[in-house]
């Protein structure tokens, strides 16, 4: 998109899945790899079904700058950006519904958040968890993310059984908001939050996911400062529900001893 009025060109795909031709390569999958051992399995993915995180449709519509500059001449173009999105992802989530082709959270289906979990055998909307974050709104004021972003969040989280929110980006000044969503149970802080104010803001209602610093866990190999972040980690949530989220494998700088000596040091510090 480089104009506002480019939003008009946008629509609500219908949701389609060719059932055959998934058979087909299902079967063919399995010939091919018959004889070597390695299983194939089928599953009805639904990644973008449990995470609405459309910030990152900004960066691939638009571009954040852009994006930005939209937010002070243009607010219509991003409210119908926005009211777009949420239409195509209640749609599929529905339609999903409709076809019992919705997945338990937890069934390892790739990239899927490996802590969301569905509670019952049949899977629906209502009991399964849904996750979002709001990265793309760290440098964007609290006013402008209530006003544009979080009406659909809302609507949608109160569409799931519980929700979670949150990632790498700063939440200072933003937890008020983000508190609002409905059957919101998990809340990530990342070392850009300040997690005094989190818990100020918060207190005991959720479960505090907390991240370490990417750049003392991974690319500072100092045991001393890495025992010493995981020691002020330990203090500040004392008491509360907390865990500690490590980032991805894709952060390990290539050498996963980094990632071995780190867990080493956080289990000795969390045994304390």
């Avoid at 070597?36 to 990644?47: A, I, L, Q, Y």
């Avoid at 082709?101 to 629906?124: I, K, M, Q, Y």
């Avoid at 508190?179 to 005991?204: F, M």
């Amino acid at each position: 998109m480089l104009e506002p009025e480019d939003v008009y060109r946008m629509r609500v795909p219908t949701p389609r899945m060719d059932g055959t031709k998934t058979l087909e390569m299902y079967d063919r999958a399995r010939e091919l790899l018959y004889d070597t051992g390695v299983g194939v399995r089928m599953e009805w993915r639904h990644r973008h079904l449990v995470t609405p995180n459309f910030g990152v449709w900004i960066n691939r519509f638009m571009g954040q700058e852009r994006f930005m500059y939209w937010l002070k001449d243009a607010p219509w173009a991003v409210r119908l950006f926005f009211d777009t999105l949420s239409e195509t992802f209640i749609e599929h989530a529905k339609d999903m519904e409709r076809r019992h082709r919705l997945t338990d959270n937890h069934s390892e289906a790739g990239d899927l958040f490996p802590w969301h979990g569905a509670v019952g055998f049949e899977p629906n909307l209502c009991n399964l968890w849904v996750h979002s974050d709001a990265q793309e709104f760290t440098l964007i004021s609290p006013d402008d993310m209530d006003q544009f972003l979080m009406p659909s969040q809302r609507f949608i989280f109160g569409m799931f059984g519980l929700g979670s929110f949150g990632c790498c980006e700063s939440s200072n000044n933003k937890l008020h908001i983000v508190k609002t969503l409905p059957n919101l149970r998990r809340v990530t802080l990342s070392e850009r939050t300040n997690w005094e104010y989190a818990i100020k803001e918060l207190g005991d209602g959720y479960v505090y996911v907390v991240r370490p610093s990417l750049v003392d866990t991974f690319y500072v190999q100092d045991e001393t400062a890495q025992r010493k972040a995981m020691r002020k980690m330990v203090d500040t949530f004392k008491g509360l529900h907390w865990e500690c989220n490590c980032p991805g494998p894709d952060e390990f700088a290539g050498d996963p001893e980094r990632f071995h000596k780190w867990v080493k040091v956080a289990r000795d510090e969390l045994g304390r």
